[in-house]
Each structure stands twice: as structure tokens, then as C-alpha cells.
């Protein structure tokens, strides 16, 4: 029989919900998934989630309800900071030893750095700067397209459009990349607005892929916007190492592909992620059980 204390790790998200298990030594004994977590959803649904994935990871640990008062548990959620969602989540009733939770960009970091003071730029549909330093958070953007979310996916998007119909007025060069965006519009910039009154960040976002294909074929408009999206990204991680951060993971959908047209000195002051958000769970889970053993 295996024998606790047992630290259990959940990321959720609204695409899914992912939970990892390890014992006291680190070792992995069992991993979970399920639906979205997203508390626009509402909180029930939420905590469903959150139990769903913690049952998938422990079934796979082989362990039962018997154990539950030998787990903690550490959640990173988004849409944790919505009004009154982080205290009626803390509030819900449960059978663990204890739960904790984070919004999920803290727990990416965490697992970032393996709980150290650092820094993450999230580049994907998106885009934000996170760390933390002495203990003290940072956050740096990330307060939503079309305001914010600055080298995004929704950025490059936006800006393919933007490009796309100049090019059609005769106000710039037309390009493959821009004849390719008005083709999904038939070439009809009021079929443009149509889609524009209804199109959310995610609706520009899958933009992106066309404009990096685009700008790795040399497409002038497409470096112009690749290049520009990479000067965002440049900016967010210098502002976090001039905070105070040592240390920087780019991460999201975006990393790989924008990494190559970030500057130099950038490049040079990233890191790899040690770990993921649920490894930052973890930490979280593992750093709630000493603080109360101080206690």
C-alpha cells in the first residue's frame, strides 16, 4: 500500500483540465484529465472539473477515497482574479489535507523556475509577462486584445487584417500574405467589417500561422508584422529582467516560432522552463504542507 503524504497538481484551463500525483520522493504515480475549468463557466462547474482530473490522476495512482486527508492539493486556474471566484473556491468543501490555489500564469511560472524568483512571457493567443521577485508578483501587459496582448497571435492577426485591407486601397504594396488574407474575405473589405463586428482574439489569432509561413517565405509585409510582433515580446521580457526577475521562459503556442526574430540581448537572457504549470502545482501543494508544519 502506498503510503502519503501525496501532492497532487492541477492546471486548468478552457480547454481542459490536467492533474498530476507524486508522492513525497517527486516520483509520478498517476496522471489525470478532464472537461475545461474556466470560471466564466461558473464555480460548480469549475470544482467538477478540478475533481475530475484529481479522480482520473489518483485512479491511475491506485489510490481511493481512503487516502484523500493524505493529499494536497495546488490548482492554477483561469479567471481566478473574477470577483468572488478565488473565495468561494477556497470555501468549497473538500476531503483533502489542503488546497491552494493560484491563477495560472503564477503556477506556469512556478514550474518555470522550480519555485525560484524568475519570470515567464506568455506569447500564444495572448500574450503577458509574470514573475516573481522576493516574493512580490510581477505582471507586465496581458490586459486583453484588442487594448493589450501585445506580439500575440491576435496581434499578428489584427495586423494582417489591418495590412490586408490598406494593400486593397492601393495605401500599400500588396503581398502574397495580404492577397491570401482578402481571399478569405472574397476581397470584399465589407465582408472584413461583417467578420470585424463579430471576431474575438481568438477569431485574429488564427491568422497567425499564414503570417509566420509567409514571413519565413521572405513576404515583406509578413517579416514587417513578424518583426514587430518580436519587438512586443522584446519589450515585455525587458521590463521584467528590469524589474528584477533573473531569469525569463517564453512560453505559449508562439515561443518556438517568434524566439528567431527576438534581439540579441533577448535571446541571450532566456531560459528554458524547467517544468510546467502543474509542476508548479505541486510546489505550491508541497510549500502549503510546510507552512503548516511551521505552525
Keep these: 500500500m502506498k503510503e502519503g503524504p501525496f501532492f497532487l497538481g492541477v492546471d486548468g484551463g478552457g480547454t481542459g483540465c490536467r492533474a498530476r500525483i ?5 516520483r509520478v504515480l498517476g496522471q489525470g484529465l478532464a472537461g475545461p475549468a474556466a470560471t466564466r463557466l461558473g464555480i460548480e462547474k469549475t470544482w467538477d472539473a478540478i475533481m475530475a482530473a484529481s479522480a482520473d490522476a489518483m485512479s491511475e495512482a491506485g489510490l481511493g477515497q481512503d487516502v484523500l486527508g493524505q493529499v494536497r492539493v495546488g490548482v492554477a486556474l483561469a479567471g481566478l482574479s473574477r470577483k468572488g471566484v478565488l473565495e468561494a ?3 468549497h468543501p473538500h476531503e483533502f489535507a489542503g488546497i491552494v490555489f493560484v491563477n495560472d500564469g503564477m503556477g506556469a511560472c512556478l514550474g518555470a523556475h ?7 512571457v506568455i506569447a500564444g493567443t495572448g500574450s503577458v ?5 522576493d516574493r512580490q508578483e510581477l505582471r507586465v501587459g496581458g490586459y486583453g486584445f484588442p487594448i493589450s496582448d501585445e506580439g500575440s497571435g491576435a496581434y499578428l492577426g489584427l495586423n494582417a487584417v489591418r495590412a490586408a485591407l490598406r494593400a486593397h486601397d492601393g495605401r500599400e504594396d500588396k503581398t502574397a500574405l495580404l492577397a491570401e488574407v482578402m481571399k478569405k474575405f472574397s476581397h470584399d473589405p465589407m465582408e472584413v467589417v461583417r467578420w470585424m463586428d463579430q471576431a474575438t482574439a481568438t477569431d485574429y489569432a488564427v491568422f497567425a500561422p499564414t503570417v509566420l509561413r ?4 521572405g513576404d515583406p509585409a509578413a517579416r514587417q508584422i513578424v ?6 515580446i522584446d519589450t515585455l521580457v525587458r521590463a521584467l529582467l528590469a524589474q528584477g526577475a533573473p531569469r525569463v521562459s ?7 516560432p517568434l ?15 524547467d517544468g510546467d504549470a502543474v509542476s508548479g502545482t505541486i510546489l505550491l501543494a508541497q510549500r502549503s504542507a510546510g507552512e503548516q508544519d511551521k505552525t
Design 259 to 273: 524566439e528567431p526574430w527576438l534581439a540579441h540581448d533577448v535571446r541571450r537572457r532566456l531560459k528554458p522552463a
Design 22 to 26: 507524486e508522492d513525497a520522493a517527486g
Design 129 to 133: 509577462g509574470i514573475g516573481l521577485v
Design 114 to 120: 522550480s519555485g525560484e524568483d524568475g519570470a515567464i
Design 89 to 91: 473556491l477556497s470555501n
Design 250 to 256: 517564453l512560453l505559449g503556442g508562439l515561443a518556438s
Design 227 to 232: 518583426q514587430a510582433a518580436a519587438g512586443e
Design 214 to 217: 509567409h514571413a519565413e517565405q
